[in-house]
């Protein structure tokens, strides 16, 4: 009898508590994380502390999946999102993310307390990895293959996770698939490995901007002293952007990088995804977010520039290239595609994004002019700070130790450059979009809600319009979570592709063409 | 001085209309509600009470919106309508002067006159404060029976669901929404729904409802006693009018209205849910309480007030809805009990959560219409064919153009066609128990 009453007392209960199993599952990854935070004390553990640490971890988070998700029948999971502490801001939520945010402060600015020690013996947590990191690159582990460790099995194990969650949804597995193998294999793997035979640290995944350093003097140096194997790295990190970059966008919009390929996209698809809901959907963020994230590019461009320009300036007549030539070829660049824009694409922008163009087109040139007349960049300075503030402490802090608050895509969103730049490409020159379903969307909103880029998806569903946005990572999220069959990913002609005078099927036809017109002529609601 | 339109109901119907008249006219529009002051969406409130979404995401719009576009939001209740005077009387003793009037009061829950109805912890499930209700109601609640199939019935138990209360539904039918759906449907969705454990009683109708203030159990017309905390009424709705008693507005079920939306009294409409077509388009009822149908009334009284006189000419009839994870998108008609001239075929996946029902016409072999469970179904095509009047054939050998499934998912338009292939050749040919 005891056991039907302990039932029934649960009954008419909202759902928002975890199970038993879940919770002993969560105790026992956040056992594992324990054990890692003692190593940063030093006291002194046994080497097989470290993999009973990540095993630990990786067992908490299967354990948890499979309560969570096993056995229940596939589908969209979403009871009780918003009354669980963890994924509704409560205090649990604030916690982790101060947690986190306190991890990435002292990864990237005080290591020395990780017990990295570039001159000898490592101690602490780094100690901890050394014999990981010996076995793959031969080499000690330094904070960075520490991080480097802990976010691969973040995205393997979550990415686990998502996946027994959208069992049901192919598109969902194979992306997911992707992120993990990219992770695994190029992000991690293969840079350790090119360092085990001498080769320069290079991680193929990361492409200029989000890369910013990859043109800065270190690297340029480390690459032309490289010999062939360099110029091969130079040359595919220059074919990423300006090559392969355009082309895959062209075709299948910028998913294939952020929802597809991208390590923080993979973390925030993976380990982020009870978060993504958290995202800000209003029309103020929106406004930021087009002003923050073109700034970064503005500013990444900026600093790129004067980067390669101090190492020119620094290697006089070593390389074909003088740095003044180098300006002039950048600013030439940038005024081709600033006039082929203007030219061609100036009716697909908003006012705003004319005359911010226009704006940042000026500075950027001014800039330029300016190197060039005083013949000095300030290009160390530079990337220090951008180093500093962007790539630290926006990417990192914000950008993952804010996940349980702001949510998963804050950083691709708000800072990322890669995703500005892939973002233009995307609204402008892509075959991609997400088609609605006729007259079929009852304007329910779960696909809004659960639209980590904060796109109100609903706003352009309930009008029968596609949705061609240049922030959208392709997710497919707001398809599946869709409960009425309104929303499709899909890549086809670009004619027609942006409809804003598209009107709701199912109503008299010749009622439908004077709404057409009507909505033609006045452009609004 | 602009006229001043107002409008009665903030719901899709009342908001569709507001917004197409803003964008062609500069009239003055005010919008009454007495639920919530903003729009929102009556399809979404299961999804809040799950725990999917907040309350500010089920309103479609940002507040700002409204006052953009000049549509002034009153919370407020309309006692009385005065025609003669053109006065609305809110609650309140306030008075408001309109030049056309648009009632959009949407629908309530239908009771049948059930002893006990009234009781304690006996609800329906239609506006805000039904959800909130819900909410108490189901604290502690041991055991709910929903009375009636239907979909609001269906959406109830999901939603009860995920609160772990062991769920009742009383059917009426001999299966579920049975009224609606042929057999073959209506038996694959009942396998899926009480494969959630929820109970379902077919052939069986509620006789009285018993508690001293709260219920505490119903008993069925076969005698059966049930006991229960909370019994959720979802017999169907009916258009909410009683406040319009005593005005002149003609009214039936609904409010009666011409094909140009109109009741009997000049600068008078009525569209969504309330409104009664006096002149249904033939194979349409005169009422129709769904979302896309109110909406589209809503398009179609803009225009009629704005001096483009319309009338409403809804097109080929659409749905959708969701059973737990099921799907479901249908488009033309496929009969429940097909007539003598219509003829269906089924298909059912192995897995039991996918299905596909084509009616056509025999003889010309017209295709008449579409249910799919699991499969998303492109409304284009198919609205497409149907007004085209494509034969049979035709829909088969295209079904694939008609997917709108996300990229990847596995195709099955070849098993249909053979399946069905297999049905035209040998009609009488028992099929293999699934
Ligand atoms: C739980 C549920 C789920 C549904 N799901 C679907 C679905 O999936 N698909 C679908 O097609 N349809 C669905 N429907 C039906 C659909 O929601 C309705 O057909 C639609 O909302 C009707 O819109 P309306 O504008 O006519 O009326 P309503 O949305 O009902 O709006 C009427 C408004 O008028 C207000 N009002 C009434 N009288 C007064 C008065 N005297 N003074 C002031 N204000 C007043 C009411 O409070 C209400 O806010 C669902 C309905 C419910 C209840
Ligand atoms: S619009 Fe859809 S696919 Fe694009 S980011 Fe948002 S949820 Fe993902
Ligand atoms: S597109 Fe789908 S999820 Fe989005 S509001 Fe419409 S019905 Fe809801």
């Known amino acids: 009898m005891a056991h039907i009453e302990h039932n029934m007392s649960l009954t008419g209960e909202a759902p928002k508590r975890l199970s038993l199993i879940q919770k002993v599952a969560t105790g026992l990854g956040w056992t594992g994380i324990f054990f890692l935070f003692l190593s940063i004390l030093n006291v002194p553990l046994p080497g097989y502390f470290l993999w009973l640490s990540l095993g630990l971890i990786a067992a908490g988070v299967v354990i948890f999946a499979n309560d969570q998700y096993r056995g229940k029948p596939a589908g969209i999971k979403n009871d009780g999102v918003w009354f669980k502490n963890m994924t509704s801001r409560g205090v649990f939520a604030w916690g982790t993310g101060i947690l986190l945010t306190l991890f990435y402060i002292v990864l990237y600015w005080y290591p020395q307390y990780l017990g990295y020690n570039p001159d000898g013996e490592n101690t602490g947590i780094v100690a901890l990895f050394d014999p990981l990191s010996n076995f793959i690159s031969g080499n000690d582990a330094s904070q960075w293959f520490v991080y480097g460790t802990l976010y691969t099995l973040a995205i393997l194990a979550f990415g686990y996770k998502f996946l027994l969650k959208y069992r049901h949804n192919k598109y969902e597995k194979i992306r997911t698939f992707s992120v993990m193998f990219f992770q695994l294999g190029f992000a991690f793997l293969i840079p350790e490995i090119l360092i085990r035979l001498n080769q320069p640290y290079y991680n193929p995944n990361v492409v200029w901007p989000l890369n910013y350093d990859l043109f800065a003097g270190y690297k340029l140096n480390e690459f032309f002293s490289a010999g062939t194997v360099g110029m091969i790295m130079l040359g595919f990190g220059l074919a990423s952007i300006f090559l392969i970059t355009p082309i895959l966008t062209y075709f299948y919009g910028k998913r294939w990088y952020c929802s597809w390929v991208c390590g923080c996209g993979g973390l925030a698809e993976t380990a982020g995804d009870p978060y993504r809901h958290l995202s800000d959907k209003s029309r103020k963020s929106w406004m930021l977010e087009r002003w923050l994230i073109h700034t970064i590019l503005v500013l990444v461009v900026i600093m790129t520039t004067a980067v390669v320009y101090s190492f020119l300036n620094e290697n006089p007549g070593k390389y074909w290239l003088t740095k003044d030539a180098f300006l002039i070829g950048v600013a030439g660049f940038l005024t081709l595609l600033f006039a082929g824009i203007m030219i061609f694409k100036r009716k697909e922008l908003a006012k705003d994004a004319k005359y911010g163009a226009v704006g940042y087109f000026v500075i950027i040139l001014a800039i330029i002019a300016l190197y060039y007349s005083t013949g000095y960049s300030y290009g160390h300075l530079l990337r220090e700070w951008y180093g500093f503030f962007i790539g630290a402490a926006f990417s990192g802090v914000i950008g993952v130790g804010f996940y349980p608050i702001f949510g998963n895509r804050v950083w691709c969103r708000f800072g990322c450059p890669m995703a500005a730049v892939l973002g233009m490409q995307q609204r402008l020159f892509s075959r991609f979009r997400i088609t609605t379903n006729g007259g079929q969307c009852i304007s329910c909103g779960n696909c809004s809600t659960y639209c980590e880029m904060g796109i109100d998806v609903r706003s352009y569903a309930q009008k029968g319009e596609n949705i061609v946005r240049s922030s959208c990572v392709g997710c497919g999220i707001c398809s599946a979570v869709c409960p009425r069959g309104v929303l499709k990913l899909e890549n086809g002609p670009r004619e027609g592709r942006i409809n804003g005078d598209a009107v709701l099927l199912g109503n008299d036809v010749d009622l439908l063409d004077l709404i057409q017109q009507q909505k033609k002529a006045t452009r609004k609601l | 001085m602009q006229e001043h339109v107002v409008i009665i109901g903030n719901g899709i119907a009342g908001i569709t209309a507001a917004r197409h008249i803003r964008r062609i006219s500069e009239k003055k529009i005010t919008v009454i509600s007495s639920e919530n002051k903003y ?273 409403y000419n809804p097109g080929n009839w659409f749905n959708s809805a969701k059973f737990f994870e099921i799907e479901y998108q249908t488009y033309g008609n496929v009969s429940a009990t097909p007539p003598e001239n219509e003829q269906q075929l089924h298909w059912e996946h192995r897995d039991g959560k996918k299905a596909v029902t084509l009616a056509f016409e025999k003889g010309s072999g017209r295709f008449l219409g579409i249910n799919s469970f699991g499969i998303r179904m492109k409304h284009e095509v198919f609205d497409r064919w149907l007004t085209e009047q494509r034969p049979i054939e035709h829909v088969l050998k295209h079904l694939e153009e008609a997917n709108f499934d996300p990229e990847f998912f596995k195709r099955h338009h070849k098993e249909i066609l053979h399946s069905f292939k297999d049905d035209l050749m040998n009609p009488s040919k028992p099929k293999p128990q699934i």
């Open chain 2, 39 to 311: 729009f929102f969406s009556r399809t979404a409130l299961m999804y809040f009470y799950m725990g999917h979404m907040k309350w500010e995401h089920l309103e479609p719009y940002e507040d700002w919106f409204w006052e953009k576009n000049r549509i002034d939001l009153k919370l407020a209740y309309v006692e009385k309508i005065d025609p003669e005077a053109k006065t609305l009387f809110l609650a309140g003793n306030e008075k408001l002067p309109y030049d056309q009037l648009i009632i959009a009061t949407g629908s309530i829950p239908r009771k049948l006159g059930w002893e006990g109805q009234d009781l304690q912890g006996v609800q329906g499930l239609v506006s805000k404060q039904d959800l909130e209700l819900l909410e108490k109601n189901t604290k502690n609640c041991r055991h709910a029976t929903i009375v009636g199939g239907g979909l609001i019935g269906v959406e109830l138990a999901e939603m009860l669901h995920t609160r772990n209360i062991p769920v009742t539904m009383l059917i009426r039918e001999d299966s579920f929404w049975r009224n609606v759906l042929p057999q073959k449907d209506s038996e694959f969705v009942a396998r899926h729904i009480s494969s959630h454990g929820i109970g379902l009683r077919n052939m069986t109708e509620l006789e009285s409802i018993s508690g001293k203030n709260k219920v505490t159990s119903v008993t069925t017309k076969k005698g059966d006693q049930i006991e229960t905390d909370l019994v959720g009424l979802t017999v169907g709705v009916q258009p909410n009018i009683a406040f319009l008693k005593g005005s002149g507005i003609e009214t039936d079920v609904g409010i009666l209205v011409d094909p140009y939306l109109k009741t009997n009294i000049e600068s008078i409409y009525s569209i969504g849910d309330c409104a009664q077509q006096r002149e249904p388009k033939p194979g349409r009822r005169p009422i129709e309480a769904v979302w896309y149908t109110a909406r589209m009334m809503g398009e179609t009284v803009a225009q009629t007030i704005c001096g483009n006189p319309f009338k």
